[in-house]
């Protein structure tokens, strides 16, 4: 596996071509990801739950490399829900311990985000992290807030229901605070103030694994998203689905 955010170009030279052709017609500007069946594809592996997350990062960073290629300025993955706190202990600790893995990794390859001009930002319930962790996505989100290129939203821990619920407690204060009347709120004034408030509405929305359901991810956003449920678990997830 490649221990790495920024990956070589590995495609082959029928996968360029086919990258070249789609480039010449509309590509979607921000596509998001639900990345699921890393467990299932441990389960049917036989290696350690631990193995699958693992290779579920390796081809987050395979597939981040396809995007930026074909232009996609945007990607959000739903990276950790905070449903998943619910799991089991030694499984929250084994994903809380990879991302604080990967969020140092990502720090110690600012040069190369910097190259690329990639802005990383952190959508979710950031309170709900270890202070360590919270730390360490804080420098990130700093490092690489100037760069305009390409962006990668991280949601986690992140829920859609938090992030409304979220919104209309900011709008109830700032009603209370007489800083907005009543008769102002308005679509656009809770869409301001969602954690996504800098970002378009993905044209679409990939889910891996065969499950046709949101699981609570983006529900305000993709209203009008194009919704794509791919059979195949996130790991085995290839260049030829996403072009697809």
Not at 62 to 68: A, D, G, H, V
Request: proline share 3%; charged share 25%.
């Amino acid at each position: 596996m490649t221990d790495t955010w920024i990956r070589q170009d590995e495609r082959t030279w029928l996968q360029k071509l086919a990258c070249a052709v789609i480039k010449q017609g509309p590509v979607p500007r921000h596509v998001a990801f639900i990345m699921d069946g890393n467990r299932r594809f441990a389960t049917s592996r036989h290696i350690d739950r631990a193995q699958g997350h693992l290779m579920g990062f390796d081809k987050l960073t395979e597939t981040l490399e396809w995007c930026l290629d074909l232009g996609i300025r945007e990607v959000t993955v739903y990276a950790f829900s905070i449903e998943n706190f619910k799991r089991s202990a030694e499984e929250v600790d084994c994903l809380m311990e990879l991302a604080k893995k990967k969020f140092a990794l990502l720090l110690a390859e600012k040069d190369k985000l910097m190259h690329h001009g990639v802005c990383v930002r952190i959508i979710g319930n950031s309170s709900l992290l270890s202070p360590e962790l919270q730390q360490l996505v804080s420098d990130v989100v700093i490092a690489t807030a100037g760069n305009r290129k390409s962006i990668l939203n991280v949601c986690m821990p992140y829920t859609s229901r938090d992030e409304i619920t979220h919104a209309v407690r900011q709008l109830a204060t700032e009603t209370a605070a007489g800083v907005i009347n009543p008769s102002e709120i308005d679509e656009n004034a809770i869409s301001s103030r969602l954690h996504t408030h800098l970002s378009p509405d993905p044209e679409l929305l990939i889910r891996t694994s065969g499950e046709c359901r949101l699981s609570d991810f983006l529900l305000w956003q993709t209203s009008n998203s194009v919704l794509s449920f791919v059979r195949v678990l996130w790991p085995d997830f290839s260049i030829w689905h996403l072009l697809a």
